[in-house]
């Protein structure tokens, strides 16, 4: 309820949006009436560890042996994906890690081998999920962009 704030950051507006890649305290200063109070808000970030982050698939109804291979792992945004050893139709699909999607790609592979570089580095730093989904495979690996 003050006429006047003064963020930390420079923002002078009511309320602020901050994106903190770690745990940051933000303060500001807040005027009204002549009087000036104070005030400071946490925000806490819990980081994501790589290594807790696990592939996981399901097994093929076929006897093939399925190879997703994607790289580099973490990236800057721009990956390759590598499929071998599947002679199948099958869709890659890439979601962020709020389920939306934000790449999709129908291959009519007749071939042993599928490659495709991709580039996301339009899009925020974070966990991203692949997905290579056909008529009896499932297989879901995450991909870490920094």
């Known amino acids: 309820g003050g006429t006047s704030y003064l963020w930390d950051t420079g923002a002078t507006t009511e309320s602020i949006t901050v994106s903190p890649s770690s745990t940051k305290t933000y303060s500001v200063t807040v005027r009204k009436n002549g009087c000036e109070d104070t005030d400071q808000v946490k925000v806490t970030v819990n980081p994501v560890e790589i290594s807790d982050l696990s592939d996981s698939y399901t097994m093929p109804a ?8 994607i790289y580099p792992n973490p990236s800057d945004g721009i990956i390759n994906i590598n499929v071998e050893n599947y002679e199948q139709d099958f869709n890659i699909l890439i979601n962020d890690s709020k389920g939306s999607l934000i790449y999709y790609e129908k291959s009519n592979n007749q071939q042993d081998r599928f490659s495709r570089n991709v ?3 339009r899009f925020t730093d974070g966990i991203y999920f692949v997905r290579l989904l056909s008529s009896d495979q499932n297989l879901v690996k995450t991909l870490v962009i920094i």
């Open 119 to 121: 580039d996301l580095s």
């Open 62 to 69: 076929s006897n093939e042996i399925l190879s997703l291979d």
